[in-house]
């Protein structure tokens, strides 16, 4: 289907073919071999500036380069030319006879005679200054949008690092280790969480959770899930007491957000450890016996933020020399290798194996679902495991 702007050019070259060689709506140059420049269209001449007759037999089309534009012209544009015949799109700047630079893009044929040497050069040159501030606007946004997502990271990292403790604490007679890897490239922050802190000589509380979601809001509920625990846990010897107080600020939030915790409260008793634990909508810890032996600590419990009165309960369990605890969340069994989860056999068959350290049995669990998922974890993982020495 023709254009009005096809219609003219038609009539305008069956009515006059100079004239419309002269208001092309791109700049046209004939130029020798060489690149002398011996015929050039008026809408070239309206573009750089320059007069005919500066121009034809006088100049090189080269010359009207700027010094980066001419080295290109000699180390790609001309071989170009000699290799194929023709060149296209090549972005140069002409510069105007005022001086100013015009950004320009050059498409380019060799035009051979009838013994196959090249004896005339046919250049059409279109003006590029709209296309490059585009460009130009582009590679801003880029460059802005880059940094920001840099910023994005540095955030995130710095924000993940205040939600999970620095560094573990020293527990006298129990190995204690943990890992947590964030989903993806790391980039964004998650809801998952743990912690490990004290409440008076021997007595211990170690938490691990996961809030529904990512992002900044999902870590403003991780953090005042996290310090909720820590202050209930001064007042209330009950890990299912403090999942009650940590419910009823949740409700009182506002948010739409909830979450899964898992509480152990460790209190040192002779050569071993009682534990008390509670899980709100949680997988149970596993606890591995010195025997081989496995099972579950604990019962499970409805999730936090949802209901006003959850069912929650504590139970207790013993860990003596060589018997593990393993804490973690829904990271782990429900990695994901497509439509196929890690599961709990898996989770349990590594920790039947039996590691020396807390740290072996963590890295080696969560190294495994990696594996499974081939290196990336689609969602954010952690693992807390303690050991009686």
Known sequence: MSTPDDEYFVALLEDDPEKLYEQAPCGYLSTTADGTITKVNGTFLRMSG????ELVGVRRFAELLTVGGRIYHETHYAPMLHMSGTAREIALEV???????VPVLVNAVADPGADGAVHAIRIAIFDATHRRRYEQELLRAKEGAEAAEARARA???????????PE????????????YRPAGDGTEVGGDFYDVFRVADGDW?????????KGAEAAVITALARYTLRAAAMDAPSPAASLRRLNDVMLQSATDRFCTVVMARLRQVGQGWSVVVSSAGHPLPILRGADGSLGCAGEQGVLMGVVPEPRVTDAVVTIGPGDSLLLYTDGVPEARRGSDFYGDDRVRAIVTRGHPSAAGLAGELVDDVLAYQRGTAHDDIAVVVLRAR
């Open 50 to 53: 320059y007069r005919a007759e």
């Open 205 to 213: 509380v170690v938490i691990v959770g996961d809030v529904c979601g």
């Open 168 to 179: 573990l604490p020293t527990i006298p007679h129990l190995d204690v280790a943990a890992v």
């Open 95 to 101: 510069v105007h006879r005022d001086g100013r630079a």
């Open 155 to 165: 955030l995130a990292r710095t924000l993940q690092q205040t939600l999970i403790p």
